[in-house]
């Protein structure tokens, strides 16, 4: 028995040494600064997405119309124009490099971006997406129709790069030097985009019944209550510096 179990330590710490020198050897760097990427990503295709613009109420109109799915594929529309937006305001950051990398102008980035976004949050919560509505027909077409129309209206915003420069600011998502790492970023984005068309889809379907007008604004309300908080506390860590951000 004795040793049987010396055999099965053995085997353990041979895993292990090769498990080990695996992760030394593997043509990647799998750390925590990767989840770290994830995460923000995830974030930030949330708060392109989130705000009750015209795509947004063009989202719930065909959800209500048409049905959920039709609504998704709006925006699954809107997620490829603002990947595309976001790719752009990458490129043009990772030009910067030394203004990005630096931990000075660091700083100053991330309390800037954090303004930007509370800024953004105070004039979400404020807005009255309502008033300028333009009512969705009843008329289904196709699911790639109703996805390209919603591509090109985004597309037709070019303004969201600015709220892509403040999250990529805000948040240090840039990393110069790691393509790797900025594409699964990038895929990233994508997901937490898609994730909020799936859970906005679903609520407004589950409670057609009761859904109106007012429902938008209650929306938009709580998504600008959650960035201005969201941006709080990111301003007032990177000010005291109660939490940091570093680069590999």
């Known amino acids: 028995m004795r040793a049987l179990f010396l055999h099965s330590q053995l085997q353990n710490l041979a895993f292990h040494s090769i498990f080990r020198n695996f ?48 609504g998704f594929v709006t925006g699954v529309g809107a997620t490829a124009s603002d990947l595309f937006y976001a790719l752009i305001t990458g490129l043009g950051m990772s030009f910067v490099m030394d203004l990005i990398t630096n ?37 289904k077409g196709t699911y790639f129709h109703n996805g390209l129309t919603a591509f090109l209206l985004t597309l037709s915003n070019p303004l969201i790069i600015l709220l892509f420069m403040a999250c990529f600011a805000q948040l240090a998502f840039v ?18 985009a898609m994730l909020w068309w799936f859970g906005l889809t679903w609520l407004i379907d589950k409670i057609r019944v009761q859904f109106n007008d007012n429902g938008i604004v209650i929306i938009n309300k709580v998504i600008g209550s959650v960035v201005i908080v969201f941006s709080l506390i990111v301003l007032f860590g990177t000010a005291f510096n109660l939490f940091t951000i570093h680069y590999y």
């Open 23 to 70: 992760a030394v050897d593997m043509p990647f760097t799998f750390q925590i600064d990767i989840l770290n990427t994830i995460f923000k990503g995830v974030i930030i295709g949330m708060l392109a997405s989130a705000p009750m613009g015209p795509v947004g109420i063009l989202c719930v109109q065909r959800t209500l119309n048409k049905g959920r799915w039709y």
């Open 175 to 192: 990393i110069p030097g790691h393509p790797m790492v900025m594409m699964i970023g990038y895929l990233s984005i994508v997901a937490g």
């Open 103 to 139: 931990a000075r102008n660091q700083f100053f980035l991330q309390i800037v971006g954090s303004l930007v976004l509370l800024v953004f949050g105070f004039a979400s919560f404020f807005s009255n997406p309502t008033k300028n509505m333009h009512k969705s027909g009843t008329t």
